[in-house]
């Protein structure tokens, strides 16, 4: 079992920043691939980034550029740093943990355990 916990969302005007963070549990959390999702109000949850254990990132079209996920083993924790934030980014915003990735994943359905959200507002 693999517990994930987010922090760092909150409200902040367009063209700021934000950097989400996402403790995770486990001895083995260097092996895991690391998923940040968002998902707005009527909307599906969607791939924002994903980092693998090895370093190789992956980002959504929407936020390349302006996100990057980045981790640190030695602290278990993935972070996302959003740039030049615009209000479409507003969203519930969710790590997720794949323990043995085959590849590095990007759709939802491929990750294993999911932390509870934390809620990123952007006013314009």
């Known amino acids: 079992q693999v517990q994930l916990v987010e922090s760092g969302g909150g409200l902040v005007q367009a063209g700021g920043s934000l950097t989400l963070s996402c403790a995770a549990s486990?001895?083995?959390?260097?092996?895991?691939?690391m998923g940040w999702f968002r998902q707005a109000p009527g909307k599906e949850r969607e791939f924002v980034a994903a980092?693998?254990?090895?370093?190789?990132?992956s980002y959504a079209d929407s936020v390349k550029g302006r996100f990057t996920i980045s981790r640190d083993n030695a602290k278990n924790t993935v972070y996302l740093q959003m740039n030049s934030l615009k209000p479409e980014d507003s969203a519930v915003y969710y790590c997720a943990t794949k323990i043995r990735p085959f590849a590095l994943p990007v759709r939802a359905y491929e990750y294993d355990y999911w932390g509870q959200g934390t809620q990123v507002t952007v006013s314009s």
């Open positions: 486990g001895r083995t959390f260097s092996s895991y691939a």
């Open positions: 980092a693998s254990w090895s370093g190789s990132t």
